[in-house]
């Protein structure tokens, strides 16, 4: 399973967009980058996945490199409420192991 | 509401007293684990089911067991609990074991062993 690499800790002024990279440069071809965030110590949440095209919902857009090497969440307009500790996963797609590995995160301070 | 519910979600007990926390999933998935999370170290999966009878260890399974014998229930036990295993702890599900489908949280269960 690939492991993620994360900055610890970013900070982003409310209303601009919020940039968050992820390294997985040992990705296999049938892995799925995911991300999602923890509020405090609440259960993660579910923002975003994709596989090798760039994806938007209304959280997010996943921005995954043509390699799939590197990926980068874009939160459009931060706002307070977006302050939290966010991961980037890989998940494999079909059989295999499936063990999920998460990291340390990214610290996401919006600041006012 | 699909959900993952976790119970209890706060217990403090001591060491060597039996425990279980029970994790239950509303939304018919194959897929379920659990997660254990410590400060400075994200979150290390425990064990993991890919369906009813099917469970395998994770990252950490030492001190824990898991049974799947209900496809919705997968509760954790800690047959002899340490002070080692105060943590906050997770269980989460998906409808499969793809990597396609989405990993849904519980709200957590955090346990203190004095």
């Known amino acids: 399973d690939a492991k993620t690499t994360q900055p610890t800790s970013m900070d982003c002024a409310e209303g601009r967009a919020a940039n968050l990279p992820c390294n997985h440069s040992?990705?296999?071809?049938?892995?799925?980058v995911y991300w999602y965030r923890q509020i405090h110590s609440q259960g993660p949440q579910y923002i975003i996945h994709?596989?090798?095209n760039n994806e938007t919902n209304e959280m997010a857009s996943l921005i995954i490199t043509e390699d799939r090497k590197s990926s980068t969440l874009i939160l459009p307009h931060a706002t307070l409420r977006d302050t939290a500790v966010y991961y980037c996963?890989?998940?494999?797609?079909?059989?295999?192991?499936?063990?999920?590995?998460f990291g340390t995160g990214t610290k996401l301070q919006v600041i006012p | 509401e699909a959900q993952v519910t976790q119970n209890p979600r706060y217990l403090i007990t001591v060491t060597g007293k039996k425990l279980t926390v029970t994790c239950s999933q509303n939304?018919?998935?194959?897929?379920m684990s659990w997660y254990r999370q410590d400060p400075g170290l994200g979150l290390r999966q425990i064990y993991y089911?890919?369906?009813?009878?099917?469970?395998d260890k994770g990252d950490v399974p030492e001190g824990y067991k898991v049974s799947r014998k209900e496809k919705r229930n997968f509760p954790l036990i800690l047959e002899s609990p340490s002070p080692n295993q105060t943590s906050l702890y997770f269980c989460?599900?998906?409808?499969?074991?793809?990597?396609?489908?989405?990993?849904?949280f519980g709200a957590g269960s955090r346990l203190t062993v004095l």
């Open positions: 089911s890919m369906n009813v009878e099917v469970t």
């Open positions: 989460a599900s998906s409808l499969s074991k793809s990597g396609a489908n989405v990993l849904t």
């Open positions: 994709g596989l090798k």
């Open positions: 939304m018919n998935h194959e897929y």
């Open positions: 996963i890989v998940r494999v797609g079909s059989g295999g192991y499936q063990k999920v590995t």
């Open positions: 040992t990705i296999s071809g049938n892995e799925y």
